[in-house]
């Protein structure tokens, strides 16, 4: 709730300004994101919405590992 409230505007705010700044000054290629800012996920919520999708054959399997960082068979 704080990230979603207090954090993310900031720093969506902050990320603009440089967006803006480099892209003028360097590049209008490069864009300026942060991480390490993001709300914990819920990887337990997660799994459970993507693996709905896989016996409908809306995703396979290894695209649903994939979506999870899980390892893949290569």
Known sequence: M???RAVAPVVALVAGFLTRKV???LDPRFT???GGFEEPEDFAR???AIAQLVPL???SA???ARLLR???RE
């Open 2 to 4: 704080v990230y979603r």
């Open 23 to 25: 892209r003028r000054w």
């Open 32 to 34: 300026v994101s942060f």
């Open 46 to 48: 997660r799994a459970e």
């Open 57 to 59: 054959g809306v995703i």
């Open 62 to 64: 290894e695209q649903a």
């Open 70 to 72: 899980l390892p893949t």
